[in-house]
């Protein structure tokens, strides 16, 4: 099973940009489908973004669409989300999860904190 870990977080303004990065190890990265959830304090763990195995079809939170764009690169075993006019209300953790299928996630990072300054 592949192990994911992400990075790229932190502090920046509205308006601002910041890149995520979700690094995959143990199995094929290609073999999975990868996607980028997000938890605000005291709501529940929402999608933010998906894209398939060799990133031809992604899809997007209304809330992200036109900011946000996810990515990837399997040659390196890494995933993005790159995160553009940012405001306060996409504060939060952000999670990197991966499946084998487009049914369910099998496994998630750890997530990483992001938070926009008003």
């Known amino acids: 099973q592949v192990q994911l870990v992400e990075s790229g977080g932190g502090l920046v303004q509205a308006g601002g940009s910041l890149r995520l990065s979700c690094a995959a190890s143990?199995?094929?990265?290609?073999?999975?489908?990868m996607a980028w959830f997000r938890q605000a304090p005291g709501k529940e763990r929402e999608f933010v973004a998906r894209i398939t195995w060799e990133g031809r079809s992604t899809t997007y939170a209304d809330s992200v669409k036109g900011r946000f764009t996810i990515s990837r690169d399997n040659a390196k075993n890494t995933g993005f989300l790159q995160m553009n006019n940012l405001k306060p209300e996409d504060t939060a953790v952000y999670y990197c999860?991966?499946?084998?299928?487009?049914?369910?996630?099998?496994?998630w990072g750890q997530g990483t904190q992001v938070t926009v300054s008003s």
């Open positions: 143990g199995r094929t990265f290609s073999s999975y489908v």
């Open positions: 999860t991966a499946g084998a299928t487009l049914l369910k996630w099998d496994v």
